[in-house]
Structures are given as C-alpha cells and as structure tokens.
C-alpha cells in the first residue's frame, strides 16, 4: 500500500496521556506533525497539552529550536474528544493501562472509525503486538511504536511489526521515528521486545549472585560501575524504575518464554515486591535513604594493611598471568618464577567464568593459600577477588592489602563461577545472541537499541568483541558446568563464532 510517511500534512493521534502519551505528543509535533489527543479522564488531555506546550517552549528558550518553530509546533497540537474524533488520523498511537482487553477494546472501536490505510499502534512495554492485534479484522495495518521514559530524552523507538504486520506499516513507522528526532530499531514481536530482554541479564543476573551469598547490594554496584563501566549499577537502577515495574515484567517476560531458564527471577525481587519495599518511591529498597532521599550506602572494608612474603601467579590462563604480572610489577612486587609455589607463597590465579575451587582442585595448588584475580576487564579503577571456602583469610586480606596498594579499591566477594562482571555481562551478551538467533532483530540493531534505550557501556555484541567471544563463551561454559544450571547455557550464535574465531556481529547468509 502506497503510504506517505513524509507528507507535511500527515496526522498523529495519540490515545492517552500520561507521561509517555505526552512525551509522544511533543516530539511528534515538534516533527512536523498534528496531533491529536485525547485521554479517558476529563480534563487530562488539555493539562497534557499545556505541558506539552510549555515543554516546546521552553526547548526554545534553551535554543533547541526556534521561536517561530516552537510556536508552530505548538499550534499542530489539539485536544479532541475521544477515539470517535480520530478519524482524519493517519496513524493512531496507543498509550493507555498496559491491559490487554482494553487495549484490544480501544483498537476495535478505532477500526471501525479511522480510514482504511490508518496505521494502528500501540505503545505497549510487555504485552504481545501480536495478542493485541488478534481480534482485529484488519491486523495487517497495526504495530508496535515503543517509546521510552522520558520519550523527549531517549532517543530510542522500537518499531515491532506482529506476526500479521504488513512491510509498508513498519516501514512508514521508521520514517515517522526519524521524523520525531528518534532513533527507529525495527524488530519482530517477541515477550519483551528487545531492549527490555536485554536488561534482565543485567538486573536477574545481579540478583541471583545476591541470593546465593557472594557478594552485596552494594558492592556488586561498585563492580558493574567501576569494573563494567555502567552508569549505575543494577539495584541503583532498580530502586529508580522501582520493584513494582521491574519484578512484574521479568515475572511476565519469563513466562511468555514458556518459563526459560535465562529469564528466571528469584526471591530477592519477589519478597521485596510483595512486601512494598520497591526503592526510591516507598523510600526503603536495596538501601535505605535518609531525609533528602539519598541512599544510605554502606561504606567500603578498608584495604588491609597486610601484605605477602611472596606471591606466585599460575600460568594457566596465560593473557590473565600477563595482566596481573604487569600490574605487580608496576606495585613494585616480586613474583616467584618456579613452576609451583613455594610453601609459604600468596597463589593467585586468574579464571575465565570459573571459581576458585575449581581453580584450586584442577590444578593441584593449596586451596588454602589460593586467590583468584577476575583479569578480564580492566584493572584501573577497581579490582575484584576471591578465595575458595578454605581460604585463610591472612592470605586473602594480603592479597586484597596488595592489590590495593595503589589506591585502586579492591572488592573481595565469595567463591564464585565468574565473579560479579564476569557473570552479569555474560548474560547479557547471551541474551543478545538469543534475539539474533531467533531473527528478532539484526545484531547491529540490537547493540544501537541496548546503548540507546539502557545507557550501557557497550552493546551485547560490542561487550562480547571487547572482551574476546572465546572468553565469553568460556564464562558461559564453565558456569553451566559448573552449576548445572540452563540458565548458562552458551546460545548456538555465540557458540559457533567463538569457535570459528569470528565477531559476534557476523551475520549469516
């Protein structure tokens, strides 16, 4: 079907007006479009439009954009009366309570109301495009525009054609993303689009090593920021977007996937949801906060002031003994050179996703001397040990009191495949190699969206070439073997290109 995505006249509606309908609203028309809203409550859509239009305004004032274009921006803006009146609309954006009946309720009447080459979507964050479009006579015009909060700042939209969406309906919606200033990542219908699949390798991922006692709240935070590079780490972002968003839809991602493994939550959200303790909102979360809502963080172990009679460094990850050689001798330490430790040496080693013990075990050293070193990201602004349970803690509070003799902090969490980093963006990069697997998304696509919507570092695919795909795939494979546990298990896509020694961004014919 001929549609003109780039008509100067073309005409937006949008149905609710809450923070994302509102959002919507001013970058539509601050792209050239009328808007026409419209909202359930009396009186909300003119107080949206008020908003709006002080939100234009005042982007003027900041020279976003001119006087002249601010004013006629707001002028494309008009409050009508319900979904009846949005029948000149060429396309019809839906931003209404995440209920399923409703919105196929809403899509029903608009059906029977706007023209027959009137795009229908939905804004939705957790329900099938596809679900919401199966009682439609004419499913092959309607579509997924996701947005992000605050849709003014994230440049982000995902376009999810259904499994009934026609190529002319995605294809007009990336143009209108482009008009609105965002950034359009087109994607097949799937429980959590993209980017909401993504980011539960980071938060799930977090929570489990909680659970299972290796590390803290707090700590695993310092490492994702400072070892992973993330602006805040996992339960700083979850008590800002709060347990009653977050837990909810990893509970539902994880069962429209048929309950698989990768997506599984545990207890530490769930008790936390159902007991209201949901983060910043309810002012208790993860942390406590004091009167000016600020996190009461608990302050860091101070760095032992211990050191060594002697250190040696097994071989048997070889770049991981380079790296840590490099940074001893820059700490002015002298490390054995023997094949074995002496009898009174620190033993420091170096794993790729497994733990100490099996460190210890597999390679006949004295676990009670034993510490390993996680080597696979950067040292500079904090490094992050652990001993096996038969660790005496003189050896690992000398091996914490070495390695942070520079000044560089030090976190020391409990025996673990993968440590903190290691584990988490393992995840994620799986996950990402899931969607590509699956053909939800091209990988390209998929690190754009993941740095856009999520404010990582890097995109799946990008983390996993920074860091080796072998290595990846190495974390991934020992931690599987190690628990036993699906949830670990390397997808095929990451599989195949690490043993063909290839980026994950190769795509297949």
């Avoid at 695993?220 to 070892?227: K, P």
Wanted: with cysteine; aromatic share 6%.
């Amino acid at each position: 079907m001929a549609f003109d995505a780039n008509r100067p006249d073309l005409t937006l509606g949008v149905i609710g007006t809450g923070a994302m309908g509102r959002g919507i609203v001013q970058v539509a028309a601050a792209g050239g479009m009328r808007v026409m809203m419209t909202d359930s409550r009396a009186g909300a859509a003119q107080e949206a439009r008020e908003f709006v239009e002080k939100m234009i305004l005042r982007a003027a004032e900041k020279g976003s954009m001119t006087k002249d274009d601010a004013a006629a921006a707001v002028n494309r803006v008009s409050v009508v009366g319900g979904p009846a009146d949005m029948k000149p609309c060429h396309i019809v954006v839906e931003a209404i309570v995440e209920n399923l009946e409703a919105k196929q309720q809403l899509f029903a009447q608009l059906e029977d109301t706007v023209s027959p080459d009137c795009i229908l979507a939905t804004n939705t964050s957790s329900l099938s495009v596809t679900t919401i479009a199966s009682k439609l006579k004419t499913p092959q015009r309607f579509a997924g525009l996701h947005f992000f909060n605050p849709v003014p700042l994230m440049r982000l939209v995902e376009v999810i054609e259904g499994l009934r969406t026609e190529d002319w309906v995605t294809e007009a919606l990336m143009v209108v993303g482009k008009r609105m200033t965002r950034e359009p990542v087109r994607l097949k219908d799937a429980p959590g689009f993209l980017v909401n699949q993504v980011g539960r390798g980071f938060t799930l991922e977090a929570s489990h090593l909680v659970y299972e006692g290796i590390s803290n709240f707090a700590d695993v935070d310092r490492v994702m920021r400072d070892v992973g590079g993330f602006r805040m780490g996992p339960f700083e972002l979850m008590e800002l977007t709060g347990l009653d968003v977050t837990h909810p839809a990893s509970e539902l991602i994880y069962h429209q996937f048929f309950q698989e493994p990768r997506y599984r939550p545990n207890l530490i959200m769930r008790s936390r949801y159902e007991a209201g303790v949901l983060g910043r909102k309810s002012k208790r979360g993860f942390y406590d906060y004091d009167a000016e809502m600020k996190a009461i963080v608990p302050p860091e172990t101070p760095a032992p002031k211990t050191r060594p009679e002697a250190v040696w460094v097994s071989a048997a990850e070889p770049r991981g003994q380079a790296t840590l050689l490099e940074l001893l001798k820059k700490l002015g330490t002298a490390v054995e050179s023997g094949a074995k430790p002496s009898g009174k040496a620190l033993i420091l080693v170096t794993p790729v996703g497994e733990d100490a013990t099996t460190c210890a075990v597999e390679q006949g050293l004295d676990p009670r001397r034993t510490v390993a070193v996680d080597t696979l990201f950067p040292l500079a602004k904090r490094r992050t040990v652990m001993g096996t349970p038969l660790t005496d803690p003189s050896y690992r509070d000398a091996a914490h009191g070495l390695l942070a003799a520079d000044g560089v902090p030090v976190t020391v969490c409990r025996d673990s495949p993968g440590f903190i980093a290691q584990r988490i963006v393992a995840m994620i990069v799986n996950i990402g190699c899931s969607i590509a697997q699956s053909r939800t998304a091209e990988p390209a696509d998929i690190d754009k969206a993941v740095t856009l919507g999520l404010n990582y570092p890097n995109g799946p695919f990008k983390f996993g070439d920074v860091l080796g795909a072998d290595r990846v795939y190495r974390v991934l494979s020992s931690m599987y073997r190690i628990y036993g546990d699906p949830r670990y298990r390397p997808t095929i896509w990451m599989t195949r290109r690490a043993r063909l020694g290839v980026s994950l961004l190769t795509p297949e014919p």
